[in-house]
């Protein structure tokens, strides 16, 4: 069983966009794939690829597809949970010292997100494109 075919079984939703995506209705999203630059200018002798999704005014950039399914499990959800995090479970990611920390330091990837692309319609275009961008990934058609 490929990878496309184990996650379609977790997260049936990319299933359904995919199917609508495929038959014929046009999304906005821009998908592509772009070489990392350094900020000296130079080239790299290991060249890296991110992923790019541009929707709804916003560009996603993503390293790896699983941090592509990490944000795809995060719009999935049409309510979020706390955003509170428990102090045991900071001490045991952190250390002892997690107090010095607790500012921006340890401010969550989905924290940094735009609150409109939140909203209904926009959160729709978004969790579509990103199911693009996974399936065209992972046929290395990208």
Request: charged share 30%; glycine share 4%.
């Amino acid at each position: 069983m490929d990878g496309f075919a184990t996650y379609r079984a977790v997260t049936p939703t990319c299933d359904k966009f995919l199917v609508n995506a495929q038959s014929g209705s046009q999304t906005m999203a821009r998908i592509s794939k772009e070489l990392t630059k350094r900020c000296d200018g130079k080239t790299n002798l290991a060249p890296r690829h991110v992923i790019v999704v541009r929707v709804a005014s916003f560009a996603f950039r993503f390293e790896t597809a699983e941090r592509l399914r990490e944000c795809i499990k995060y719009y999935e959800k049409k309510t979020r949970p706390s955003s509170r995090i428990p102090a045991k479970t900071l001490a045991a990611d952190l250390g002892e010292h997690w107090r010095e920390l607790r500012g921006w330091d340890v401010e969550r990837w989905f924290e940094r997100l735009p609150m409109y692309l939140l909203e209904e319609p926009k959160r729709q275009k978004v969790l579509k494109a990103l199911c693009r961008a996974l399936a065209l990934a992972e046929t290395g058609k990208l």
